[in-house]
């Protein structure tokens, strides 16, 4: 059994609480996103709480989507987030061509964060900024590039959703960055996509990873034309956000290597099945995104069956 998995049963079989744990681990979730696909990682963290490891985990780091799936998560109502990604018009809502081409964005996260989670399907602000499982929105710093932890940003409800929207920004396809104490904040996946290295760096024993990529579809090499594009409009508008355009596949292939290895023992990786149903980073269809929150609990109830 892997230590991860072991250290999570023992909390939930002697019904820890964070504060109150019966071992002296740091025990985080680390959710990725990746636009539409996270919603496998919701179905992820929608079982996680089913099964039981609702109050298992010290943290939870979220990188772009995953953030939010974290915020759910820890406001004790991730069945709810699962379920708002497929509820009828609401991603095509969120993402569509026609608003950028007359310069709105193609995606809009302030639409979810302050009409979705506030009018169609209420998130409890207070519940998770409240909430005994600490919540760690990651960003990219736009004028440096440096991956960065926004929990001490975050004081109340309107930063709260400042740092969900800068966590799931998309450069250039989402506007301007998102301000916050000052500095401009990109989608989290530009530094981080794989939101591990950050809480590792910040004492966790025990890392458990839920990925929304399967592991017979490795991330590729942006295409020439959209990779040349990118580069020019971000080193006018987010410099740093940049040169983390540049080095992100190599980083990418650097996490696969690393996860492999030299940390296999402190983060376990749950991933949806090899051969399941491709999810678009835009994919608007309902049918398709409750498909993915299923790919995703069912991945989520093989782990605990077989570690």
């Known amino acids: 059994m892997h230590p991860v998995l072991e250290v999570l049963l023992a909390r939930r079989a002697r019904g820890d609480r964070p504060g109150d744990r019966g071992?002296?681990?740091?025990?985080?979730?680390?959710?990725?996103?990746?636009?539409?696909?996270?919603?496998l990682s919701a179905g992820m963290a929608a079982e996680l709480a089913a099964q039981g490891f609702g109050h298992a985990f010290d943290a939870v780091y979220g990188a772009s989507a995953g953030a939010i799936n974290g915020a759910w998560f820890v406001a004790g109502a991730a069945d709810d987030g699962a379920a708002a990604w497929s509820r009828p018009g609401v991603m095509r809502r969120v993402t569509g061509v026609a608003r950028f081409l007359v310069g709105r964005p193609l995606v809009d996260m302030a639409w979810v964060v302050d009409h979705l989670y506030e009018r169609v399907v209420p998130l409890d602000w207070d519940a998770v900024r409240g909430a005994p499982t600490?919540?760690?929105?990651?960003?990219?710093?736009?004028?440096?590039?440096?991956s960065v932890d926004l929990r001490p940003l975050v004081h109340d409800t309107p930063t709260l959703k400042a740092a969900l929207r800068a966590s799931t920004h998309l450069p250039i396809l989402g506007g301007p960055p998102v301000e916050l104490a000052g500095r401009r904040y990109l989608d989290a996946a530009l530094a981080e996509t794989l939101p591990y290295r950050t809480p590792l760096g910040d004492g966790a024993s025990h890392v458990l990873l839920l990925r929304t990529r399967r592991a017979d579809d490795p991330a590729r090499p942006p295409w020439r034309s959209g990779d040349l594009l990118a580069r020019m409009l971000l080193t006018r508008t987010a410099p740093g956000a940049a040169a983390a355009w540049r080095t992100r596949h190599a980083r990418q292939l650097a996490d696969d290597a690393d996860l492999a290895g030299p940390v296999a023992a402190r983060v376990q990786t749950i991933r949806p099945p090899a051969?399941?149903?491709?999810?678009?980073?835009?994919?608007?269809?309902?049918?398709?995104?409750?498909?993915?929150?299923?790919?995703?609990?069912?991945?989520?109830?093989?782990?605990?069956?077989?570690g």
């Open 23 to 39: 071992d002296p681990h740091r025990v985080v979730l680390a959710v990725e996103g990746g636009g539409s696909r996270a919603t």
């Open 134 to 146: 600490e919540l760690h929105p990651m960003a990219t710093d736009a004028d440096t590039g440096a």
């Open 275 to 306: 051969g399941s149903r491709d999810v678009g980073q835009l994919e608007t269809d309902p049918g398709a995104l409750d498909d993915a929150v299923a790919t995703g609990r069912a991945a989520v109830r093989a782990w605990c069956a077989h």
